[in-house]
């Protein structure tokens, strides 16, 4: 295989988890605990927006620019989005459902204004540049370097995806899906629902942040357009496709279907001359929402589906009591849909 | 302050207003956020540019303008064809996803996302028909009147401000005097039980549909003649329009046109004080401001 080609792999790969890590933060607000969020690209911009303002040297046109470590851009990234998540479900959890969804849209929307007109600290429409990225002192090697960055996101990945496990099968996990099934059994029990949404909600998009920031440095240059309602779609399709509620579907829609729309994009360029570009691009979106829609219809569980979890103890016993290992996943959408 | 604020905004705000009625029925009738529904502004537009083109092809007399507005009967003819379009679009998509939905007892939380899913697809639809270049119902310039005050207006915006007045009421009076009217307000207080009572539940879904989607083109058709015609226009006005249905009160018709004209008067005036550029800013900050202090909305009931 020629250098070339694994280069681009890693590339590729690279950005398809990027994509996994906004795909786990989705999955934790809607996958777990059925909380509807519409405005994923606002949430991943602020991760990106903060972490490229922390690490970015000094500029004089904009404000910041504060040389931080990597490191520290990336978490302060997921810390501003996670906190603007909690903010934003403080204010509508307790809500209808869907007025959650309608403020998540209005948080996309603003983000996406302040991104464009804030020119003093976003560079405006311009955007960011010059974000530093992850192991530049390998970057005259491109294998080495592109390998080097597909390590890390690989290592983010798999750590976000113990964790994210992890805590599934926590107690906490449990309260979350048990009030996604049925708040009011959840509350009976004495469980704080809008306590335990919040908290999700505030987690997932905490993670989305990191995928901002993560993106950006891998990147190395945002702009507004690369937040638009477009985004968010894509986050969804992966999720939908993958299948929500698994965290390995997560993973596996974000490399499916990043993989189908970066190969239709090239198709796209290489069939169609300049001028009609923008009209094939507009039809590869057509596409793309007609087959989200198809899922929803057809398959509304994913390729994977959810993953019946319980916890580590009765694990074991379910393994040794095959009676006991029913199809859960059949009751939950039962559950679901009543 | 300029007087001139007040009159923009009810431009605006009769233009979202129109489109939150449609939001709002839909919301309290089949229950749940259409997040396509500005979808059925941006073709409702582009259905009167069709219609009023194929029109005045066959016949340049119907472009000459009529008395002072900047149009010929070409606009109005193909925006009453343009209508009925775009209502018989909403009937298709809820024939193709939203009917199978119910029929799959699905959650509302999907019905949201497979509306999010419309949305793009339509909007990406009109983008490969007719490309994201602004396009004008009319090439001709129009003259603001003084209308007293320091307000300027052109006939065009009176008509259209018109228009959207006599909409609400005739909407307000159907749903308040007529048999049809009795039976979508009892579908949105309780579905099953109106089914019970033999109502029939499935005409409501359709008039509903019709409504809203009427309704909705007649906002596109106005913003077009006053503004421009873009793919993007719907998705632009859909955060003012569910500011508008839940400031108003989910189901309240009468709310819906009221909070429609608050928000266009709201984004009128960050245009004025804070800048053009932060206008979509406005129905955020109310859509806040309505769920911190009265989530119910103005005419709403408290859950």
């Known amino acids: 295989m020629s250098v070339e080609l694994v280069?681009?792999?890693?590339?590729?790969?690279?950005?398809?988890?990027?994509?996994?890590?906004?795909?786990?933060?989705?999955?934790?607000?809607?996958?777990?605990?059925?909380?509807?969020?519409?405005?994923?690209?606002?949430?991943?911009?602020?991760?990106?927006?903060?972490?490229?303002?922390?690490?970015?040297?000094?500029?004089?046109?904009?404000?910041?620019?504060?040389?931080?470590?990597?490191?520290?851009?990336?978490?302060?990234?997921?810390?501003?989005?996670?906190?603007?998540?909690f903010l934003i479900g403080a204010l509508t959890i307790r809500l209808r459902a869907d007025y959650l969804a309608i403020a998540t849209f209005g948080v996309a929307v603003t983000v996406q204004l302040a991104a464009l007109n804030l020119q003093s600290i976003t560079g405006g429409p311009f955007g960011i540049g010059f974000i530093p990225r992850p192991f530049s002192g390998w970057a005259g090697d491109p294998l080495l370097f592109s390998l080097a960055n597909f390590g890390l996101l690989v290592l983010?990945?798999?750590?976000?995806?113990?964790?994210?496990?992890?805590?599934?099968?926590?107690?906490?996990?449990?309260?979350?899906?048990?009030?996604?099934?049925?708040?009011?059994?959840?509350?009976a029990l004495g469980k704080n629902a809008t306590k335990f949404r919040l908290q999700a909600f505030a987690i997932g998009g905490g993670i989305m942040g990191l995928a901002g920031a993560a993106q950006a440095h891998f990147i190395g240059f945002i702009a507004p357009e690369n937040y638009l309602p477009m985004l968010t779609f894509q986050v969804w399709a992966m999720l939908i496709v993958g299948g929500s509620g698994n965290n390995r579907g997560a993973i596996l829609?974000?490399?499916?279907?990043?993989?189908?729309?970066?190969?239709?994009?090239?198709?796209?360029?290489?069939?169609?001359?300049?001028?009609?570009?923008?009209?094939?691009?507009?039809?590869?979106?057509?596409?793309?929402?007609?087959?989200?829609?198809?899922?929803?219809?057809?398959?509304?569980?994913?390729?994977?589906?959810?993953?019946?979890?319980?916890?580590?103890?009765?694990?074991?016993?379910?393994?040794?009591?095959?009676?006991?290992k029913r199809e859960i996943s059949e009751e939950t959408s039962g559950a679901r849909n009543a | 302050m300029n007087p001139q604020i007040v009159m923009d905004g009810l431009f605006t705000g009769s233009m979202i207003g129109l489109g939150a009625i449609g939001v709002t029925l839909t919301y309290s009738i089949l229950r749940f956020a259409n997040f396509a529904h500005g979808e059925f502004i941006s073709w409702g537009a582009y259905f009167a540019l069709a219609m009023a083109g194929a029109l005045g092809a066959l016949?340049?007399?119907?472009?000459?303008?009529?008395?002072?507005?900047?149009?010929?009967?070409?606009?109005?003819?193909?925006?009453?064809?343009?209508?009925?379009?775009t209502g018989g679009l909403a009937l298709l998509v809820d024939w193709l996803l939203f009917g199978r939905l119910r029929v799959n007892r699905s959650t509302v939380i999907i019905m949201v996302m497979a509306s999010f899913?419309?949305?793009?697809?339509?909007?990406?639809?009109?983008?490969?028909?007719?490309?994201?270049?602004?396009?004008?119902?009319?090439?001709?310039?129009?003259?603001?009147?003084?209308?007293?005050?320091?307000?300027?207006?052109?006939?065009?915006?009176?008509?259209?401000?018109?228009?959207?007045?006599?909409?609400?009421?005739?909407?307000?009076?159907?749903?308040?005097?007529?048999?049809?009217?009795?039976?979508?307000?009892?579908?949105?207080?309780?579905?099953?039980?109106?089914?019970?009572?033999?109502?029939?539940?499935?005409?409501?879904?359709?008039?509903?549909?019709?409504?809203?989607?009427?309704?909705?083109a007649i906002a596109g058709i106005s913003a077009g003649l006053i503004v421009q015609i873009r793919p993007q226009m719907g998705l632009d006005l859909l955060l003012p329009l569910f500011a508008a249905a839940i400031l108003g009160g989910i189901g309240s018709v009468p709310g819906a046109m009221l909070a429609g004209l608050i928000v266009g008067l709201a984004e009128a005036l960050a245009v004025q004080t804070i800048g053009a550029e932060w206008r979509a800013a406005a129905a955020f900050a109310i859509l806040v401001l309505v769920l911190l202090f009265r989530p119910q909305g103005l005419f709403g009931r408290a859950e």
């Not at chain 1, 405005?39 to 000094?58: C, E, H, K, N, Q």
């Not at chain 1, 189908?260 to 009609?276: H, K, M, R």
């Not at chain 2, 016949?59 to 379009?85: C, D, E, K, N, R």
């Not at chain 2, 009217?181 to 949105?188: C, E, I, K, L, T």
């Open chain 1, 253 to 324: 829609g974000a490399v499916l279907v990043w993989g189908i729309w970066a190969a239709s994009a090239g198709a796209i360029s290489a069939l169609f001359p300049p001028t009609e570009q923008a009209r094939a691009a507009a039809l590869q979106i057509v596409m793309i929402g007609v087959a989200l829609c198809a899922i929803l219809l057809l398959r509304p569980r994913g390729i994977l589906g959810e993953e019946r979890v319980v916890s580590r103890h009765l694990g074991g016993l379910s393994a040794a009591k095959p009676q006991a």
């Open chain 1, 156 to 187: 983010v990945v798999a750590a976000l995806y113990l964790a994210l496990e992890r805590l599934l099968r926590s107690p906490w996990g449990r309260v979350l899906r048990a009030i996604r099934e049925d708040e009011q059994a959840a509350r």
């Open chain 2, 59 to 85: 016949s340049g007399a119907l472009l000459t303008p009529i008395g002072p507005f900047s149009f010929g009967w070409a606009l109005p003819l193909g925006a009453v064809a343009a209508t009925a379009l």
């Open chain 2, 117 to 216: 899913g419309a949305a793009l697809t339509l909007r990406s639809l009109l983008e490969f028909i007719f490309t994201s270049k602004p396009v004008y119902y009319t090439k001709a310039l129009q003259i603001a009147l003084p209308l007293g005050g320091g307000i300027r207006a052109t006939p065009d915006q009176l008509l259209s401000l018109g228009v959207a007045a006599v909409l609400v009421v005739a909407v307000h009076l159907l749903l308040t005097r007529t048999a049809i009217g009795r039976s979508m307000r009892a579908v949105s207080e309780n579905p099953a039980l109106a089914g019970v009572v033999g109502i029939e539940v499935r005409k409501v879904i359709r008039t509903v549909w019709l409504l809203g989607a009427g309704l909705a």
């Open chain 1, 7 to 85: 280069a681009y792999a890693a590339f590729f790969l690279t950005m398809a988890l990027t994509y996994a890590i906004m795909c786990l933060g989705l999955n934790v607000q809607w996958g777990q605990t059925g909380l509807f969020n519409v405005g994923v690209a606002g949430f991943v911009a602020i991760g990106a927006y903060v972490s490229a303002l922390l690490t970015t040297p000094d500029a004089a046109d904009r404000f910041g620019g504060f040389e931080m470590p990597i490191a520290v851009g990336w978490l302060g990234g997921a810390l501003a989005a996670g906190f603007v998540s």
